[in-house]
């Protein structure tokens, strides 16, 4: 499967845990997107992340959130000190390098967070 | 702001009904339009896009055609059928970075 991988599908973390979501985007894809789905709502962008640099970090929250995309291996995003309010969806998607706007982001399946 | 504002679900139809699903945006400058399908427990697939006004993306029997005039890109199947329920979302991409998404209309099509 050539797709957007993410791992894992499921998570679950007590109030106060970090939660570590990793995206492996599709083979030539060095654009990787996150975004985030509250139940029964919209995906929201949070994060746009090429090799090593952050290019639009908008829709982060500004405490706890933080995303990397190193030069080897997946995209990361890490929530620290997790609370029920990070309970969500969390997709991955990515996109070739190149004249992005008419490139449609291919998503992962995304990873459930469960906060008890 | 940049924004897309679709049809509030659920739709419920029958089985070989005719589809209409409206989605109007805003944006400032000229975006490349999607509709992506969501079915249950899984990530987004891209279903069609228009990346210019007059612009119509087909796929799978669905169409919509990108209106520049009334800033409108709504989203038609002549025969539903129930392999077809899931969420639809409407999504602009305007630069580099982000798509903004409508906020999804759930669609069930009974037998």
């Known amino acids: 499967n050539a797709g957007v991988m993410q791992n894992p599908r499921h998570l679950v973390r007590r109030r106060g845990q970090e939660a570590r979501l990793r995206c492996s985007p599709m083979?030539?894809?060095?654009?990787v997107y996150w975004y985030r789905q509250l139940p029964e709502e919209g995906l929201k962008f949070m994060v746009y992340?090429?090799?090593?640099?952050?290019?639009?970090e908008s829709g982060m929250p500004k405490e706890r959130f933080s995303a990397e995309f190193p030069k080897e291996g997946p995209s990361i995003l890490r929530i620290q000190q997790v609370v029920r309010g990070d309970s969500a969806a969390y997709f991955c998607?990515?996109?070739?390098?190149?004249?992005?706007?008419?490139?449609?982001?291919?998503f992962g399946d995304g990873t459930r967070l469960s906060i008890l | 702001g940049d924004s897309v504002t679709q049809m509030e679900g659920p739709v419920t139809l029958s089985e070989e009904a005719f589809l209409t699903i409206n989605c109007t945006y805003t944006?400032?400058?000229?975006?490349?339009l999607f509709w992506y399908v969501q079915y249950p427990g899984e990530g987004l697939q891209l279903l069609l896009k228009?990346?210019?006004?007059?612009d119509k993306g087909s796929n799978k029997g669905f169409e919509a055609t990108y209106r520049k005039e009334t800033t409108s890109f709504h989203l038609e199947k002549g025969s539903v059928q129930v392999s077809d329920s899931a969420v639809y979302f409407c999504?602009?991409?305007?630069?580099?970075?982000?798509?903004?998404f409508g906020s999804g209309t759930r669609l069930s099509i009974r037998p």
């Open positions: 992340l090429q090799k090593e640099n952050i290019i639009d």
């Open positions: 999504a602009l991409n305007l630069r580099a970075s982000k798509i903004i």
């Open positions: 083979k030539g894809h060095s654009h």
């Open positions: 998607a990515s996109s070739p390098a190149g004249r992005i706007s008419n490139q449609p982001q291919h």
């Open positions: 944006a400032t400058g000229y975006p490349s």
């Open positions: 228009a990346t210019k006004a007059d």
